[in-house]
Nanobody, 121 residues
Framework: VQLQASGGGMVQAGVSLTLPCAAS????????MGWFRQAPGKEREFVAA????????SYAASVKGRFTISRDSAKNTVYLQMNNLNPEDTAVYYC???????????????WGKGTQVTVSS
């Protein structure tokens, strides 16, 4: 599985942004998908996850209620909709895939290149 995240940019606090992650490979629908982020000077951290079927989702406490993860298996794409962004959300965002659940930063099978999100106050 090859993953490519996109959609990052520089935005002001309070706006919304959606990050798509396109996956290649016919086995995309069998993988649980996750989003992680790494802020400057910090460790990479879990943001959100969605199961292979889309039936289960999980969020970090810092984004719960503001971010929504979804997937479109017909398009081989997973999305991270981010609402009410604040400067603390500034980070490089990565999508990743794994067959296990729950998803952990150290256990992912595949990683995509990140996309930078910068939120100004």
């Amino acid at each position: 599985v090859q993953l490519q995240a996109s959609g990052g940019g520089m935005v002001q606090a309070g706006v919304s942004l959606t990050l798509p992650c396109a996956a290649s490979g016919r086995t995309f629908s069998s993988y649980n998908m996750g989003w992680f982020r790494q802020a400057p000077g910090k460790e990479r951290e879990f943001v959100a996850a969605i199961s292979w079927s889309g039936a289960s989702t999980s969020y970090a406490a810092s984004v719960k209620g503001r971010f929504t993860i979804s997937r479109d298996s017909a398009k081989n794409t997973v999305y991270l909709q981010m609402n009410n962004l604040n400067p603390e959300d500034t980070a490089v965002y990565y999508c990743a895939a794994d067959r296990g659940w729950p998803l952990t930063e150290n256990g992912m099978d595949y990683w995509g290149k990140g996309t930078q999100v910068t939120v100004s106050s």
